[in-house]
């Protein structure tokens, strides 16, 4: 059964009844956005007889868990009042069900109502994208774009994984360089191009766009990052040495200081990895995963009671395959010529692993 609340229905009607007095009701405007932006004007239509009863039928219709028929009353009463909130309704409901013909005309009359919705203009380009039609998405994506100048590197962070995952990766570079050639000077434009380049196989033009990305953005850790992951194939140690200096400047970034540590560690810099394991374990101590890195690499660098005693750590915190860790420290024990202690350890580990 579809969670689908009355209140979000009443929501969608209220405002029918009572469109003069929304606009000053409101509170502060939040800052336009996909999520949420500022009310439209709504129409000046009265709650009359039959549009409740259009209303009640169709919470009647969720209520007995018919979406389907639902999506179609909101519609019809949407077309009848103009109102966008039931339009953005029956949208929602129609795209839910799967009824894509009517949710592409509920997400039309939607922007047809507010041509200057973001929403709307998402959600349109959203649906046409899902539905693998990229060319009719693409004036509704240039509009998005071009409606929202201050947030558009935000926006090109929103439709890049849409248009990415469409199966032909040519077709979806081709659209994405379109759609980010007006914006040189935004980062995340050119960080979309590059991960849509290296999908289509365009692995220097993929280098070279996120390289401008960093350059624009040299704070930014998901430009840091696919800089990273590019270069470490041809160039690993062109990788490291950019993850490094990354760090200097930004230390409490987690996930390029993890990057780096895994990274370090395919280097076979095994010293240098247990190093940045130890300053993420030092910053987050209760992280089993991290704990066990640290021993396993104490266990490589012959350190075999610090190794021992990050694999106590990681088996204490209860947040790792007791297996796994009774092995190792089966391994350590071994190594420290614990025959006997090795055994116990290796009798705790069950069948399995």
């Known amino acids: 059964m579809m969670n689908l609340k009355r ?11 009572c469109a003069h007095a929304s606009q000053q009701d409101t509170g502060q405007a939040e800052k336009p956005g996909f999520e949420t932006e500022k009310q439209a004007e709504l129409p000046k ?16 219709a969720l209520q007995r868990d018919q979406p389907e028929l639902a999506a179609h009353l909101y519609l019809k009463l949407a077309n009848s009042t103009r109102d966008p909130r039931l339009a953005r309704y029956a949208a929602h409901l129609a795209f839910e069900t799967r009824q894509m013909d009517k949710a592409m005309a509920a997400f039309n009359l939607w922007l047809e109502i507010e041509p200057n919705s973001l929403l709307a203009k998402q959600a349109l380009a959203t649906l046409l994208i899902s539905g693998g039609k990229l060319d009719e998405s693409r004036p509704h994506l240039k509009s998005l774009l071009a409606a929202t100048t201050e947030n558009v590197g935000n926006i090109f962070m929103r439709i890049s994984p849409m248009i990415t995952s469409y199966p032909d990766k040519n077709i979806a570079f081709n659209l994405l360089r379109e759609l980010a050639q007006p914006y040189p000077r935004v980062a995340e434009a050119r960080w979309a191009l590059a991960q849509a380049a290296e999908a289509a196989g365009k692995h220097e033009l993929a280098l070279e766009e ?14 840091a990052l696919l800089n990273a992951q590019l270069l470490k194939g041809a160039a690993p140690q062109q990788a490291l040495t950019l993850l490094k200096k990354y760090l200097e400047a930004y230390p409490d970034t987690k996930e390029v200081r993890l990057f780096y540590a895994r990274a370090l560690m395919e280097q076979k810099q095994n010293q240098e990895a247990r190093t ?7 910053a987050y101590p209760d992280n089993a995963d991290l704990a066990f890195a640290v021993g396993l690499l104490s266990l490589d660098l012959g350190e075999l009671d610090r190794g021992e005693k990050e694999l106590q750590q990681a088996l204490t915190n209860k947040k790792k395959d007791e297996n796994v860790v009774y092995f190792y420290l089966g391994q350590f024990s071994e190594a420290k010529k614990h025959d006997e202690e090795a055994m116990q350890n290796y009798n705790k580990v069950k069948m399995g692993i």
């Open 276 to 282: 940045e394991f130890q300053q993420l374990l030092n």
């Open 7 to 17: 209140s979000t229905v009443i929501f969608a009607l209220l405002p029918i009844s």
């Open 45 to 60: 239509q009265e709650l009359t007889e039959e549009v409740l009863y259009e209303y009640l039928l169709g919470e009647m």
């Open 210 to 223: 996120a390289r401008q990305a960093y350059a624009l953005r040299p704070e930014w850790d998901s430009a």
